[in-house]
């Protein structure tokens, strides 16, 4: 006899055949039919079992939530929607689970609720299909960068530089919160934090993913990044996943190409493969638009926004062409693109991209060339000496997805920069060698992992993507 999955069972038409299956008890009706899911797919198989050979207590046992182990046959089945089920023979509880205090019942619960049940909410068919999305995506991202010459490269977490010069770090410490070691003025010393160095969790690995695209070429991360901003909206987390692309010999059009080259092949994977779980994850947000007023409901569904988005262009539009279509349109009243108009030079606020990206332009934004001063210290500076080559990609309902730009390469500029802005140069010494020996042109980004899954699975809150979401309130698990 064989253990199938659910998946594999429900693909076969072998009738008779003899298998075995293991999973978690979905729903049990009139005594006869298990819904059973094993995670392999989104959909359940139903077992019937034959309740009259079946022990009362066994039959009292098969309560949702429960593991099961069933041996059966493989029937056509007499219901709608499916080809196949199994004709129990033996069935033997693995793992019961109470029906009074299993908090996952067959019904719908909300998500808020769900994230207090964060080890749990996988049992449900929307944060499976999720999950098994986020999976797939990740692989899609290593198979692309696999399949396009780049190499993988890990950096560390335990970092002294602060790639983002942005100072939202979280410290690293050994220190003895008791008897922290001291400086002359009696403060605690955080230069001992790290066995005599001032450490903190990476906010980035682009500076040390440029050391090895100037000596590999083509290099992409992909890791858990920490930001200590004290942000809570349902697009930010204090831990998130970042891919980083960075590759020798390319200016800022080229790593446009890459961005959007690469956002494409990933999300046309998930559509390939994936079909099931985002055939799912859509229709329920039909059934949520429906809920909506008629002018409130999105145009395209979630299988459409994909296909729009890999079926055309993004658009490249200047940081200073887009504060004059700012400047030119009206800020509608309506509260989502009611915005106050910025004069350049200023940083654009999620309401200016929103507008940009949903009202005025409808598709993937890719913006550049932003003024120098709102921008990080390492982007190359553009020959009108006020804006750098940086851009950042917006996407509709999720905003900045992607933030990058070419890099700094000229020794004596970057050293400017970092004097201007107070960054230590005996900090970033590694970094300005880069400059010093066999300089050139390099560009890489930084895409947001769980921005991407948001997009790709419709879900609006990030603490929705991600297994355990680590948010200012929330850490617990
Ligand atoms: O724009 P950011 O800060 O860029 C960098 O860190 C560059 N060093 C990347 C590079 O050029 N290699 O972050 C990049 C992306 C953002 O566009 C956003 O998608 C995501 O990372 N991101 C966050 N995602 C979730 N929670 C947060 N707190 C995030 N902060 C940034
Ligand atoms: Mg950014």
Same mark, same amino acid.
């Given at each position: 006899?064989?253990?199938?999955?659910?998946? %594999?069972?429900?693909? =076969?038409?072998?009738?008779?055949?003899? $298998?075995?299956? *293991?999973?978690?008890?979905?729903?049990?009706?009139?005594?006869?039919?298990?819904?059973?899911?094993?995670?392999?797919?989104?959909?359940?198989?139903?077992?019937?079992?034959?309740?009259?050979?079946?022990?009362?207590?066994? +039959?009292?046992?098969?309560?949702?939530?429960? &593991?099961?182990? $069933? *041996?059966?046959?493989?029937?056509?089945?007499?219901?709608?929607?499916?080809?196949?089920?199994?004709?129990?023979?033996?069935?033997?509880?693995?793992?019961?689970?109470?029906?009074?205090?299993?908090? $996952?019942?067959? =019904?719908?619960?909300?998500?808020?609720?769900?994230?207090?049940?964060?080890?749990?909410?996988?049992?449900?068919?929307?944060?499976?299909?999720?999950?098994?999305?986020?999976?797939?995506?990740?692989?899609?991202?290593?198979?692309?960068?696999?399949?396009?010459?780049?190499?993988?490269?890990?950096?560390?977490?335990?970092?002294?530089?602060? &790639?983002?010069?942005?100072?939202?770090?979280?410290?690293?410490?050994?220190?003895?919160?008791?008897?922290?070691?001291?400086?002359?003025?009696?403060?605690?010393?955080?230069?001992?934090?790290?066995?005599?160095?001032?450490?903190?969790?990476?906010?980035?690995?682009?500076?040390?993913?440029?050391?090895?695209?100037?000596?590999?070429?083509?290099?992409?991360?992909?890791?858990?990044?920490?930001?200590?901003?004290?942000?809570?909206?349902?697009?930010?987390?204090?831990?998130?996943?970042?891919?980083?692309?960075?590759?020798?010999?390319?200016?800022?059009?080229?790593?446009?190409?890459?961005?959007?080259?690469?956002?494409?092949?990933?999300?046309?994977?998930?559509?390939?493969?994936?079909?099931?779980?985002?055939?799912?994850?859509?229709?329920? #947000?039909?059934?949520?638009?429906?809920?909506?007023?008629?002018?409130?409901?999105?145009?395209?569904?979630?299988?459409?926004?994909? =296909?729009?988005?890999?079926?055309?262009?993004? *658009?490249?539009?200047?940081?200073?062409? /887009? $504060?004059?279509? #700012?400047?030119?349109?009206?800020?509608?009243?309506?509260?989502?693109?009611?915005?106050?108009?910025?004069?350049?030079?200023?940083?654009? %606020?999620?309401?200016?991209? !929103?507008?940009?990206?949903?009202?005025?332009?409808?598709?993937?934004?890719?913006?550049?060339?932003?003024?120098?001063?709102?921008?990080?210290?390492?982007?190359?500076?553009?020959?009108?000496?006020?804006?750098?080559? /940086?851009?950042?990609?917006?996407?509709?309902?999720?905003?900045?997805?992607?933030?990058?730009? %070419?890099?700094?390469? !000229?020794?004596?500029?970057?050293?400017?920069?970092? /004097?201007?802005?107070?960054?230590?140069?005996?900090?970033?010494?590694?970094?300005?060698?880069?400059? *010093?020996?066999?300089? &050139?042109?390099?560009?890489?980004?930084? +895409?947001?992992?769980?921005? #991407?899954?948001?997009?790709?699975?419709?879900?609006?809150?990030?603490?929705?993507?991600?297994?355990?979401?680590?948010?200012?309130?929330?850490?617990?698990?």
């Amino acid at each position: 006899m064989n253990t199938y999955t659910v998946s %594999q069972l429900l693909a =076969k038409d072998q009738f008779g055949l003899e $298998i075995e299956i *293991k999973g978690w008890v979905r729903t049990f009706r009139a005594n006869r039919f298990i819904a059973l899911n094993d995670g392999s797919t989104i959909n359940n198989i139903q077992c019937v079992v034959d309740f009259e050979n079946t022990s009362e207590e066994t +039959l009292k046992r098969i309560t949702t939530g429960a &593991a099961v182990h $069933i *041996k059966g046959e493989l029937v056509e089945s007499q219901g709608k929607g499916q080809k196949v089920e199994v004709a129990v023979t033996s069935i033997e509880i693995l793992g019961d689970s109470d029906p009074e205090t299993y908090p $996952i019942q067959p =019904k719908k619960h909300s998500f808020e609720f769900l994230r207090e049940n964060a080890h749990l909410r996988t049992r449900t068919n929307t944060f499976s299909a999720v999950m098994r999305l986020r999976s797939s995506l990740s692989f899609a991202i290593h198979k692309y960068f696999n399949e396009n010459g780049f190499y993988y490269m890990h950096t560390p977490i335990i970092t002294g530089s602060d &790639a983002e010069g942005a100072g939202e770090m979280f410290r690293v410490t050994n220190l003895d919160a008791e008897n922290p070691p001291l400086t002359e003025d009696g403060k605690v010393d955080f230069k001992e934090d790290f066995f005599g160095n001032e450490t903190n969790l990476t906010v980035s690995g682009q500076l040390e993913a440029e050391t090895y695209a100037m000596s590999l070429g083509k290099v992409y991360t992909f890791g858990p990044t920490f930001r200590a901003e004290n942000s809570n909206t349902s697009r930010h987390l204090s831990e998130f996943w970042m891919i980083e692309p960075e590759v020798a010999f390319m200016d800022l059009a080229g790593n446009m190409d890459l961005a959007e080259d690469f956002m494409k092949s990933v999300l046309s994977y998930i559509l390939e493969n994936n079909r099931e779980d985002l055939e799912f994850l859509e229709k329920r #947000l039909l059934d949520e638009e429906k809920t909506k007023p008629q002018a409130e409901r999105s145009e395209m569904s979630l299988i459409e926004k994909l =296909k729009f988005v890999i079926d055309n262009n993004f *658009k490249r539009v200047s940081y200073t062409e /887009a $504060i004059d279509i #700012l400047k030119n349109s009206k800020p509608n009243k309506k509260k989502k693109f009611n915005y106050i108009i910025k004069e350049w030079g200023a940083d654009l %606020q999620s309401e200016h991209e !929103r507008f940009l990206v949903e009202k005025h332009f409808k598709c993937p934004v890719i913006l550049f060339d932003y003024p120098a001063n709102i921008k990080a210290f390492y982007m190359r500076l553009n020959e009108d000496g006020r804006t750098v080559r /940086a851009m950042d990609i917006l996407f509709p309902g999720i905003g900045e997805m992607v933030g990058g730009s %070419q890099r700094e390469e !000229r020794l004596e500029v970057l050293k400017e920069k970092m /004097a201007a802005l107070d960054i230590p140069e005996e900090e970033l010494w590694w970094y300005l060698d880069l400059r *010093k020996y066999g300089t &050139a042109v390099h560009s890489g980004f930084g +895409l947001g992992f769980e921005r #991407l899954v948001m997009f790709a699975t419709g879900m609006t809150n990030i603490r929705d993507v991600i297994p355990y979401p680590r948010t200012p309130q929330n850490a617990e698990f």
